[in-house]
């Protein structure tokens, strides 16, 4: 019974300092007045060349066909990064694609400054204020046949 | 003003986003700079180009399928990930709830990634705000505008290599 509780009772500490870390950790970003957010971005590729339905283009893919005549969607790239407002950051989306993002909070936005790079040639640059959840649609580089559409989504 | 910043408010005068008083200084503006006036008569004609090929409201049945498909997959995601909650055992005490607050943690989040499919427009008062946009791309023209289906907001690149493309877009 004793060799039992001496085993059981560092575990349970541990457990509770697990989870009392995890708890309080949030915490201190919201008194410092920081702001967490999940920066989103979704690469794809938008052709009338039929592809495969991805489950990943779930949620916004439904939209996408209401925007645009493209028949077929294709992810290329899912990044995401976690960022602590304000802040800035370096996605690399794949295929040659990057994306620099500037992001701060503001009246209840994200404003983000945001420039999408091919290798050293900007393709778009851009500042916007996104509401979390509101996706903002960034598009036009032609791609394979297709073009190339860069979803951008703050969480 | 400097250039960049007169096509910027031309931009939001052709969306009628510019007050009033802003509008009375770039027409000013505009008639000392007939290079903005072409402008904006390029901006005007690629609204209208848009407008005029804007896609049809209504689906194709392959794609109304695939949204049907789609919401079936959604909607059993999160009955899946309850089941699992069900074998755990009360005996197991403090354990048995904190493998449930994170089993709802995910859930929840599983949620938030997957959203079921929501057909209305996002509301005025949450839509994305652009306050420029630029391209480095040759020849290129940069363009923002607003779906109305959606309510989602498109910033758009059009080359000249890409017009073929770029009837796609709405």
Redesign the interface.
């Known amino acids: 019974m004793l060799a039992k509780h001496s085993h059981t009772q560092p575990r349970k500490r541990w457990?509770a300092l697990w989870?009392g870390l995890v708890l309080w950790l949030p915490l201190v970003g919201v008194a410092n007045g920081q702001t967490t957010v999940n920066v989103d971005a979704l690469l794809i590729h938008?052709s009338d060349r039929p592809a495969a339905?991805d489950?990943r283009l779930?949620?916004v893919?439904?939209?996408l066909?209401?925007?645009?005549?493209?028949e077929h969607y294709a992810l290329l790239n899912n990044t995401q990064s976690l960022l602590t407002l304000p802040s800035q950051t370096r996605l690399d989306l794949g295929h040659g694609y990057t994306l620099h993002i500037n992001a701060a909070p503001r009246n209840g936005?994200v404003r983000a400054e945001v420039q999408w790079y091919q290798g050293r040639?900007?393709?778009?640059?851009?500042?916007?204020?996104?509401?979390r959840?509101?996706?903002?649609?960034?598009?036009?580089?032609?791609y394979q046949g297709?073009?190339l559409i860069l979803v951008l989504e703050f969480? | 003003m400097n250039p960049e910043k007169a096509a910027r408010w031309l931009s939001m005068a052709l969306d009628n986003e510019l007050p009033e008083a802003r509008r009375t200084q770039l027409e000013r503006y505009l008639e000392q700079h007939p290079e903005l006036v072409q402008l904006r008569q390029q901006w005007q004609q690629l609204g209208e180009h848009c407008r005029r090929t804007a896609p049809a409201p209504d689906q194709t049945p392959a794609a109304a399928w695939q949204d049907v498909q789609r919401a079936l997959r959604q909607q059993n995601a999160p009955r899946e990930a309850h089941a699992t909650i069900l074998p755990l055992r009360p005996r197991w005490g403090w354990l048995a709830a904190a493998a449930a607050v994170l089993i709802m943690a995910g859930v929840w989040g599983w949620n938030l990634r997957s959203p079921s499919l929501d057909l209305r427009p996002i509301a005025l008062a949450d839509r994305t705000q652009v306050e420029w946009v630029e391209t480095d791309l040759p020849d290129a023209m940069s363009m923002v505008y607003e779906d109305s289906t959606t309510g989602l907001t498109v910033i758009w690149v059009m080359t000249s290599d890409n017009g073929e493309e770029d009837e796609h877009a709405g």
């Open positions: 457990l989870l938008a339905l489950a779930d949620r893919e439904y939209r066909r209401r925007i645009f005549q493209f936005r040639t900007r393709l778009l640059s851009t500042s916007v204020a996104q509401r959840g509101v996706p903002a649609i960034l598009g036009g580089p032609a297709g073009t969480n």
